[in-house]
């Protein structure tokens, strides 16, 4: 069974970079699609960015586009959100999941499409 455990969370200010890890153990993600996901206080948990396996296919929110960036370093069962230009509305819990089901060739977008998830990191934009 896969664990993957969030890193990198903090208290920013805006227009500060932050970069997320997550390290997975138990199982190596190197063939699967992994994303990113997000949750403010009160809201649902929405999509940020996913990747597919080699990360040649990527997909982002609206609200992050040309903003974050999601990468992979399979060799190290690892996988990054770079964040930067941080928004007082990127305030949340970011959540690291991933999609084990099946050979990672495409992104996925929906929360229900991804089987592992993390525990989450809190990041904390201040205006």
């Known amino acids: 069974q896969v664990q993957l455990v969030e890193s990198g969370g903090g208290v920013v200010q805006a227009g500060d970079s932050l970069t997320l890890s997550c390290e997975a153990s138990?199982?190596?993600?190197?063939?699967?699609?992994m994303g990113w996901f997000r949750r403010s206080s009160g809201t649902e948990r929405e999509f940020v960015a996913s990747?597919?396996?080699?990360?040649?296919?990527?997909a982002y929110a609206d609200s992050v586009k040309g903003r974050f960036t999601i990468s992979r370093d399979n060799a190290k069962n690892s996988v990054f959100l770079q964040m930067d230009s941080l928004k007082p509305e990127d305030t949340a819990v970011y959540y690291c999941?991933?999609?084990?089901?099946?050979?990672?060739?495409?992104?996925?977008?929906?929360?229900?499409?991804?089987?592992?998830w993390g525990r989450g990191t809190q990041v904390t934009v201040s205006s």
């Open positions: 999941a991933g999609v084990l089901r099946s050979v990672g060739f495409d992104v996925y977008e929906r929360s229900d499409q991804y089987d592992a």
């Open positions: 990747a597919n396996w080699r990360a040649d296919k990527t």
């Open positions: 138990g199982r190596a993600i190197s063939t699967y699609t």
